[in-house]
């Protein structure tokens, strides 16, 4: 929130300063009110309803939220010589890079970012900042140190300094113990920390960027990414229903729908993950969109789905088999054991190198949700490695299952 201020006396400066959420920007505590303890010293005059300052030059800096994926689009036509990220790793990529298109400026101050996180081992942050964080990296950059990257779809390259088109990054490591003001006026934040529990304490303590929570049937080195996966295939999409619409506080599940395949010779691979968030009509019109996709991509392609116990699975089975799916081959099928028992098998084949994965966006995701599967908490999603989890067992016939 200081760094801006080095340019309010431009009347023609703008800033922003993102948290994930509307609350997180307006609890007790948080950037509203820090704000308000520091801005008015030099003059800033406060436009609650837009929770923007305007300082006596004419410059402003806003606070805001980017709460939904699609919210992003809401700074289209923008122009931001300063934008801040609260806590980065809770952005997704996504929101991160669209907003670098926004951070230009006319006012004369050369438009740049500034973010502030805690680690976590699973977020593409770690994977942004991999010449800094990456372990095995040779050429590690130091903390503080300046690389040059450019973004080729969806994929960072490094590259030298000079490069057209180049941006610069820079990474600070930094810990609770370089605050000392902090720690001068908060004494027992440094044994609130202490006494989380390990994970929680390696991250904020520690600044630990390699510990995971949960996670003890796959790493991510077993899984090699291809081009494309065999033409000759049986293939089945496996779909993990979810009914949930993303309501603000709430953090629902996924419906994924995995698409599995397996040749001759027993090498399986995960050709495409489908996943959203949104109402069971939503959810029976993505299903039904990528039977026909599916279908005039591959020919035949099974279709299978979890029937949940008791008569209400049975109906949902029934009205997918009959409306939803009518036509396509499709079958309900009732699991009899807990999920971490049914990935087993695809656990074994990836250790020896026999489940790839093909290139798609969804590669990343998968791969955090496979490191944490099977997950500790209640707030970690595991719908897409379950979902393929049960496709490859299906294919293999390696697990319990009753076909109706």
């Known amino acids: 929130m200081l760094e801006p201020l080095r340019h309010v006396g431009n009347p023609k400066f703008s800033g922003v300063i993102f948290r994930r959420t509307f609350p997180q920007v307006r609890n007790e505590g948080g950037l509203w009110d820090q704000s308000a303890e520091l801005y008015p010293r030099l003059g800033a005059i406060p436009h609650e309803s837009r929770l923007e300052w305007r300082f006596p030059s004419g410059a402003t800096v806003r606070f805001a939220h980017l709460q939904h994926e699609e919210t992003k689009h809401d700074w289209q036509g923008a122009e931001l010589a300063y934008i801040g990220f609260d806590e980065l790793t809770h952005f997704s990529a996504g929101q991160f890079f669209y907003m670098l298109s926004r951070n230009r400026s006319m006012s004369g101050v050369r438009p740049y970012v500034r973010a502030a996180t805690n680690p976590d081992a699973l ?27 450019v973004r080729d779809g969806g994929l960072i390259l490094w590259v030298p300094e000079g490069t057209e088109d180049a941006k610069s990054v820079t990474f600070v ?4 113990y370089d605050n000392p003001i902090l720690l001068e006026q908060d004494p027992g934040y440094l044994a609130n920390l202490k006494a989380l529990a390990r994970v929680d304490r390696a991250r904020l303590l520690e600044g630990d960027w390699e510990i995971v929570a949960g996670g003890n ?19 089945v999409r496996f779909w993990d229903l979810a009914a949930s619409a993303v309501k603000e506080g709430r953090d629902p599940d996924w419906t994924a729908g ?17 996943r959203v968030r949104t109402t069971p009509k939503g959810v029976e019109d993505l299903v039904r969109q990528t039977a026909v996709a599916d279908a005039a991509r591959y020919g035949t392609v099974d279709i299978a789905m979890e029937e949940e116990p008791g008569a209400s699975g049975k109906i949902v089975i029934d009205h997918y088999q009959r409306q939803v799916l009518f036509g396509y081959p499709f079958r309900g099928i009732r699991s009899t054991g807990p999920k971490e028992e049914i990935a087993k098998p695809l656990s074994a084949a990836s250790e020896a190198g026999n489940f790839k994965l093909v290139a798609g966006a969804w590669n990343h995701d998968w791969l955090n949700q496979a490191e944490a599967f099977p997950p500790i908490a209640a707030d970690v999603h595991d719908d897409m490695v379950d979902a393929t989890a049960k496709g490859y067992a299906r294919l293999t016939g390696q697990a319990e299952w009753q076909v109706y």
Do not use: C, H, N
């Open 123 to 149: 977020s593409w942050v770690k994977e942004f900042l991999a010449p800094w964080l990456d372990l095995k990296r040779e050429d590690r950059a130091q903390s503080g140190e300046r690389r040059w990257f």
């Open 217 to 235: 049937m796959f790493r991510r080195e077993w899984f090699a990414i291809v081009p494309e996966a065999p033409a000759v295939m049986r293939r």
């Open 173 to 176: 490591a930094a810990s609770v």
């Open 258 to 274: 995995a698409l599995v395949g397996i040749t001759p010779e027993k090498i399986a691979y995960l050709e495409d993950i489908r």
